[in-house]
């Protein structure tokens, strides 16, 4: 009798989940609490994959031999444990699928810049015309993306919450681009917590496997020691000259192992800003370790294009320039967008906050922002943080209302950024949802 598969979440990552259980022979039962998407209950019903919406039926759940679970659901909801307490294995989409690919595995995590390495890592493999796909918490699922075919190599962006979910995922290149606090709340606000999530992607890799870090980060550095010490650990840095690994000295990048030398200079870089710099640096690294030709290394450097929702120009209009970063979901994401802009700035900001500090970023906010708009249901904290710092802070509760304002406010060579420095739940579906109606409203001044 087939082995019967739970999974908890109709999303991407749930759908994906079961259309791979289904054709690795199990009985499949999909749960959402929520409302599933037409397109993943087409996929289900394409397969005869039993699905149910809006509740969640113990009894059917109850008797699984394994669930695999959204990694939205936290492991502490009572359902979850009552399944962990009677000896049910649950497991994550992301591990599910590492347990059935062939091919090489590349994951990419990090509070900030895992999306664009992890693209820029994908567009350097692509050009140098190897077998890949780029799966995870970007794009298609990995479960989904093998259940049509296998690759020779794996690009998968993972989340904490998706490593969380994970016991024998053993990625064989393991990127970590930096830990900033985020996402507390999941974490008891206890940044320890978080930061261990983050390092178990090389808890289990060995000897033959590669750990790629930036000691220029402090939390990282603190944390490096619970990384396996038999492991092949190669940093990135703009702040020290290393033996191996990737380094700046003034304007010029140095990607070095012992054999070769590849040197660039920051202006050549497709993606500007001191953070792009590490993505680029990360990505670079990776791609050495792959053996993919130098020449093939700088050219993808140079032209890879920028990913929309990140730091992405969408117009200007009467000399203002609008920028849509609606991806940066936390502080640390939108100090780096503070940090790279060269004209005042008129910035958008709020969501919902995850036990944000934003002490960091008041010093920009002092020297760059001339007015602060408030997009979000609760604005106290924003306001707090900023109400000594900003001249001009207004509330607005719609996306409209907040690019009409920014128009109002700004002056011509200033710029109105949309870098919300919050989750976008409160007032959108998610981040994409939220950069593109600032990019509609904008469109329509």
């Given amino acids: 009798m087939a082995k019967r598969m739970v999974v908890l979440g109709g999303g991407e990552s749930g759908a994906g989940a079961a259309l791979l259980g289904a054709q690795l022979g199990y009985e499949v039962f999909v749960s959402d609490k929520g409302s599933i998407a037409q397109k993943h209950k087409d996929q289900l019903r394409s ?29 502490t909801v009572p359902l979850v444990q009552q399944l962990v307490q009677q000896g049910t294995e649950v497991i994550g989409e992301v591990e599910l699928a590492s347990r059935f690919a062939a091919g090489t595995i590349i994951a990419i995590t990090g509070s900030n810049g895992k999306t664009t390495t992890t693209n820029l890592i994908y567009h350097i493999l692509k050009n140098a015309g190897r077998d890949v796909a780029m799966v995870g918490n970007v794009g298609a699922s990995f479960a989904g993306a093998l259940a049509q075919k296998q690759h020779d190599i794996w690009v998968v962006e993972v989340s904490s919450f998706q490593l969380d979910d994970c016991n024998t995922f053993k990625p064989h290149i393991a990127v970590l681009t930096n830990i900033t606090p985020d996402h507390l709340n999941r974490y008891e606000y206890k940044l320890e917590n978080y930061a261990k999530s983050k390092m178990s992607i090389a808890q289990r890799q060995d000897a033959n496997d590669f750990f790629i870090h930036c000691p220029d980060d402090e939390i990282t550095k603190e944390y490096v020691q619970l990384v396996p010490i038999e492991i092949n650990k190669i940093a990135f840095s703009q702040e020290e000259n290393l033996e191996e690994g990737a380094y700046r000295i003034n304007d010029t990048i140095y990607i070095k192992d012992k054999q070769k030398t590849l040197e660039m200079s920051v202006y050549d870089l497709s993606l500007q800003g001191r953070h792009n710099v590490y993505n680029s640096m990360a990505a670079a690294i990776v791609a050495n370790v792959m053996g993919i030709r130098k020449e093939t290394i700088r050219q993808s450097l140079q032209d890879f294009q920028n990913l929309e929702h990140r730091m992405e120009s969408v117009a200007f209009v009467r000399g203002i320039q609008f920028i849509n970063d609606s991806k940066a979901t936390n502080v640390n994401s939108t100090w780096y967008a503070l940090e790279s802009m060269t004209k005042k700035v008129v910035w958008i900001a709020g969501g919902v906050n995850k036990g944000n500090d934003y002490s960091s970023v008041v010093p920009l906010a002092k020297e760059k922002v001339s007015a602060l708009i408030c997009l979000g249901t609760d604005n106290a904290h924003l306001k707090d943080a900023f109400g000594d710092v900003i001249p001009v802070i207004e509330e607005t509760q719609s996306m409209a209302a907040a690019v009409k304002m920014g128009y109002y406010l700004a002056k011509k060579d200033e710029a109105v950024l949309l870098s919300p420095a919050c989750a976008s739940f409160d007032l959108f579906s998610n981040y994409e949802d939220r950069g593109n109606q600032f990019k509609q409203f904008v469109r329509e001044l």
């Fill in 47 to 75: 397969l005869q994959i039993e699905f149910e919406e809006g509740r969640h039926s113990d009894a059917k759940i109850l008797n699984a031999d394994v669930v695999v679970k959204s990694p939205g659901i936290p492991s």
